[in-house]
């Protein structure tokens, strides 16, 4: 009698209340994490977008220097080519003095009958030192002029060199932070697989032999009727016995995982493909979305960090045997228990 009437409290036990704020705490804290997730993001995107128009500058500063590097290459080949013209005519004009002065010198004794051609080739010697003179001056202009371009094109030079070389320490650095992105990543990885296979031991050890449990891949998988009730998505007395096993090494688990590495486990609902019946669960999404959360719920009352858990609700859609016989159907019906990153 005493039995009769504690389940007959038990049945009047109303845990609505408690169900709706379980489900707002778990909502809350899905939505801190998503918006940490998403300030993360953007704070990465921000810093690689940052870096990528940094390169882009120093590309475009490259494409700049390399443009007035040909063209002032270009000034110097027409330089040096207007100053042999000019050495040629200066050649020339020094040739032509030699040879009026010899002609001068040749008619010297003569000067005196051919007054007239001595004062004109003296006139055009004039001219031609003249010419000359300035000749000389252009040169020395041009060597001038010379000079600052191949000082400006030194300068030039060393520009290219150091963006080049900003350019490969740039690129270097950003090799350097992919490489070492890529190898903690791997390393979480690593450590988040040896804890995965350490918890699994443990389940293994004392869930493993119960019929209804079973290890499929990187997952323990519990038949629905080990948890739940034909229809119903509440942990069922059986079913809170197995779930007591799975907090207590989920709470030993958060003890030994270092905070830095980002880990959940994620409670899998699935049912099998027959229509759900009755008002309570419009569909098989609902019947296995419920199922999930209900674990996730017991677990976190079990003292497991909301923080460390997921609830995912797959419906009818993820067979694992695509059967049509009982045992097929129930062997669809289950809840995964996986360890991944978050």
């Known amino acids: 009698m005493a039995l009769g009437r504690a389940r007959g409290n038990q049945r009047g036990f109303d845990y609505w209340p408690g169900f709706v ?49 040909a063209l002032e290459r270009a000034g110097k080949a027409d330089s040096q080519s207007s100053l042999l013209a000019l050495t040629a005519t200066l050649d020339s004009a020094q040739q032509d003095k030699l040879r009026l002065e010899a002609q001068i010198a040749r008619n010297g004794a003569a000067a005196n009958a051919a007054g007239g051609q001595a004062a004109e080739a003296a006139r055009a010697l004039d001219a031609e030192k003249q010419l000359s003179a300035r000749a000389q001056a252009q040169l020395e202009i041009l060597n001038q002029q010379i000079s600052a371009l191949r000082r400006q094109l030194a300068a030039l030079e060393d520009a290219l060199a150091a963006s080049e070389n900003r350019d490969r320490e740039s690129q270097a650095q950003i090799s350097d932070l992919g490489s070492r992105l890529n190898l903690a990543l791997a390393q979480k990885v690593q450590e988040l697989s040896r804890y995965r296979s350490d ?58 995982i270092p905070p830095e590495i980002p880990w959940v486990m994620r409670v899998d609902g699935h049912t099998d493909r027959r229509p759900t019946s009755g008002a309570q669960f419009r569909s098989n999404w609902d019947l296995s979305a419920a199922r999930a959360i209900a674990v996730v719920q017991y677990l976190v009352a079990r003292g497991v960090s909301p923080q460390h858990l997921v609830a995912a609700g797959f419906g009818e859609f993820q067979p694992i045997d695509a059967g049509d016989s009982d045992e097929a159907l129930r062997r669809n019906r289950r809840i995964e228990l996986k360890l991944t990153d978050r």
């Open 21 to 69: 704020d379980a489900l707002s705490v778990m909502l809350l804290s899905m939505i801190f994490l998503l918006s940490v997730f998403m300030l993360a993001q953007f704070f990465l995107s921000r810093d690689i977008t940052g870096k990528d128009n940094a390169l882009a500058r120093l590309n475009r500063q490259i494409e700049e220097l390399t443009s007035l590097l």
């Open 199 to 256: 918890f699994f031991g443990r389940l293994r050890d004392i869930l493993g032999s119960r019929p209804g449990v079973r290890v499929v891949g990187d997952r323990f998988v519990f038949e629905s009727e080990v948890l739940f009730d034909s229809g119903r998505a509440e942990v069922n007395p059986a079913g809170r016995g197995q779930m007591d096993q799975v907090a207590q090494a989920l709470q030993n688990l958060e003890r030994e």
